[in-house]
């Protein structure tokens, strides 16, 4: 493999000394570029870009020809690995994903295999496809959804605003919700994996929903299964060690727990105070986040304060990888994006001078 020319990403993950803090932002390829929209134009459809190497990798690289980020993250979704278990998924435009067979019956649910992974070939493929485009420019970032955060859209068939079906087995049914647990948990495994084969260089896992659950569930139902996640992937490809990210929306108040479950780096959303973060978990993970996705929207002006105090939050030394702390948005200006990267590049090298 190519030898990379700017592994900052990789060393801040592994809180070894960099230059300056490295900085990439959840959902970086998307909406908010007009060269993203043209291409899924071209493709079709959303899962027209994700089933498509050629089209995956030329969003992926999008951003990278604007921003001077320090990370790629491979175009894809979470949501590949129920689909590849044949629970029929679609994106209607302007509706989000939907399943045409969701987890609702015992014998569904009795019925559920670990995805195949041939049926998720093009991503592997893609990941491939995007590491021999990068160059080794930067890393790659593979990624997949937590085994609860899938759960929650294999049993509700779609978004939801409270999670009624799957609450109501996990409270009523625990063993079936554990059942489907078991099951996607061994399948987000053999899928990272696949990912570190093909040649991801760190990994991701969104745990977008567990902060939606009470804390005694969400140890039992979402945690645990990250934990045992981890403890199965791959921890070295191309003679370097893959980093693992974990990241919870909502979790803030897990963070201990998070910080113990063997992951390299524990992702903050923009509720929780990155000094008091680092104070909490010491030295035993690295930090990423955690700038408001709508702080975007101020000037940029604003936005190079905003970035200049979450970095003085921080403090001296490494171990942060700058990111917003949820996905950009999709009305975000591009332009505002670049201020951001440059900000943060070049308000943070105090922090890491000798």
């Known amino acids: 493999m190519t030898q990379l020319k700017n592994d900052t990403f990789l060393r801040a993950l592994l809180k070894q000394p960099v230059e300056y803090t490295p900085i990439w932002m959840m959902r970086q390829a998307g909406r908010y570029l007009p060269e993203y929209r043209a291409t899924r134009a071209r493709a079709g459809s959303f899962m027209g870009l994700c089933t498509s190497p050629d089209y995956a990798t030329e969003v992926t690289l999008q951003p990278l020809e604007r921003f001077p980020l320090d990370a790629a993250i491979l175009f894809s ?29 015992e014998a569904a649910i009795k019925a559920l295999q670990v995805a195949p992974l041939d049926k998720l070939q093009y991503v592997f493929d893609a990941v491939s496809s995007i590491r021999k485009a990068l160059d080794g420019r930067v890393p790659l970032i593979g990624f997949s959804g937590s085994p609860f955060t899938l759960a929650c859209y294999m049993i509700e068939g779609a978004g939801s605003a409270d999670f009624r079906h799957v609450k109501a087995m996990l409270y009523g049914r625990p063993e079936l919700l554990h059942h489907i647990l078991r099951i996607t948990a061994d399948s987000v495994t053999a899928y990272l994996n696949a990912q570190i084969d ?68 524990v992702g903050l959303d923009w509720t929780t105070d990155i000094g008091q973060a680092r104070a909490r978990v010491g030295d035993k993970v690295a930090l990423q986040g955690n700038f408001d996705p709508n702080a975007l929207f101020g000037s940029p002006a604003a936005i190079e304060q905003e970035a200049g105090r979450i970095l003085a939050a921080y403090g001296h030394g490494s171990g942060h990888v700058f990111n917003l702390g949820h996905g950009i948005s999709q009305f975000a200006d591009p332009e505002h994006a670049k201020a951001l990267v440059v900000a943060v590049h070049r308000l943070s090298r105090p922090y890491h001078a000798v």
């Open 198 to 265: 093909a040649g991801a260089q760190a990994v991701q896992i969104f745990d977008t929903w567990g902060g939606a659950l009470s804390h005694a569930a969400y140890q039992e139902f979402s945690l645990a299964y990250m934990q045992q996640i981890i403890a199965g992937l791959k921890r070295e490809a191309d003679g370097r060690r893959v980093p693992v990210i974990v990241f919870t929306k909502g979790g803030g108040q897990w963070l201990e727990q998070i910080a113990a479950i063997g992951a390299d780096c």
């Open 77 to 105: 979704d979470i949501l590949t690995v129920p689909d590849a278990m044949g629970l029929g998924l679609s994106f209607a435009e302007g509706e989000g994903p939907r399943f045409a067979r969701p987890l609702r019956d």
